[in-house]
């Protein structure tokens, strides 16, 4: 499929109902929410709930992946948009070079952690080869082009009506084109969905580019990094933020109609804290945050997310909690609004997003 200009593909996303998160009444009980609590109209507009099964045909470029093992040079069949790479060994020490770098970037694994090694997703600027090198004593060495962009069309039956949370508006999971075969390996779910009372909220960054031209291309190759490279079997944050704002439903939480949570009022397990995935749930910017912050409108939805999460389930984003892990008892000190290097060794979420979540955190209280 030839892209379309970034402009007109942003005005053509549907933002398709899925629901909102309870009102106030359920956040001060600590309600029990079902699905007519999430499915009502938009904020504050005392209507009805009139969410349907009405969906509108969508199309989005299928992902195009072409694998490499081993160091030196790999040739891709397409212009490639990222590469995901994942070795084992020593976590430091790899690069990989694309046509006009003057030398190797340096491999760092960005938000992704992985035992035993080390992981990066890199943007590829289009390009069609690309060399990665390793340190000595390094084995597994695996890559993964990626194109989001200009592979066929597939169809997508995208729900008409634009979803909320809270008024907080977002991109379902059909609405930035996740391909839900994704999630399965052998024929199976390869991660199937558990549920934990929430505890804790973590803020990421993807460390991809700034000034992205097209995010939801960027949150499926993200998909698909986390999904079949890393093996994790979907991707690993609950909801993403673009530099415009504009929210996308992560990890798949069922078929109810809910994001993130089920029914019950429980967080879906994703995979973006290592060791302390239950009960907390990841938010994630879009972009790289070292040296610089978030836009305004990111930041705006971001706080408007972690406020509405919060009042749903009766947490303090200021708080300081002891988070006990419900599958190993494990136990760590943290705020309850915090980055990922709170729980990690990590730079994420970027050094200028770090020190603005002091901020975020009372803004969300309020």
């Known amino acids: 499929m ?32 079902t699905p007519v609590v999430f499915a009502a109209t938009d904020a504050g507009s005392g209507s009805a709930d009139n969410a349907g099964s009405a969906t509108t045909s969508q199309q989005f470029p299928a992902t195009r992946t072409a694998a490499a093992d081993g160091t030196g040079t790999a040739t891709t069949p397409f212009a490639a948009s990222y590469v995901g790479v994942r070795w084992s060994g020593a976590a430091d020490g790899a690069g990989i070079r694309f046509p006009g770098d003057p030398s190797f970037r340096t491999l760092g694994s960005g938000c992704a952690t992985v035992d035993g ?40 039956d995208v729900p008409s009506e634009p979803t909320r949370v809270r008024g907080v508006r977002y991109l379902s999971r059909p609405a930035w084109g996740a ?84 029914p019950a009022g429980d967080v879906v397990t994703a995979f973006h804290t290592a060791g302390f995935n239950s009960g907390n749930l990841g938010i994630a910017l879009i972009g790289t945050l070292v040296d610089q912050g978030p836009t305004d409108a990111a930041r705006a939805s971001l706080t408007r997310l972690i406020r509405v999460v919060a009042r749903f389930k009766g947490l303090d984003p200021q708080a300081r909690i002891t988070y006990t892990n419900p599958v190993n008892s494990v136990t760590k000190d943290v705020t309850t609004v915090g980055g990922h290097r709170d729980w990690l060794q990590t730079d994420c979420p970027g050094q200028r997003m770090y020190d603005l979540l002091t901020e975020v955190r009372a803004a969300a209280s309020r």
């Open 179 to 262: 391909d839900e075969s994704k999630r399965y390996k052998d024929g199976k779910v390869n991660s199937p969905e558990k549920y934990y009372p929430l505890q804790a909220i973590t803020v990421h960054h993807t460390d991809t580019p700034n000034n992205d031209p097209d995010p939801a291309a960027t949150v499926r190759a993200i998909y698909e990094y986390h999904a079949v490279t890393l093996d994790w079997g979907d991707i690993g944050y609950h909801f993403l933020i673009d530099e415009a704002g504009d929210v996308y439903e992560g990890r798949y939480s069922g078929d109810d109609g809910i994001p993130a949570f089920d």
């Open 2 to 33: 030839s892209q379309p200009p970034t402009s007109s593909h942003r005005r053509k996303r549907s933002l398709p109902r899925r629901g909102v998160i309870a009102g106030a009444a359920a956040v001060a009980g600590g309600a029990a929410l």
């Open 117 to 156: 090694g080390g992981t990066a997703l890199v943007a590829a600027g289009d390009a069609k080869t690309y060399d990665v090198k390793a340190p000595d004593g390094t084995t597994d060495v695996r890559s993964l082009a990626i194109d989001t962009r200009r592979g066929p069309d597939r169809t997508f």
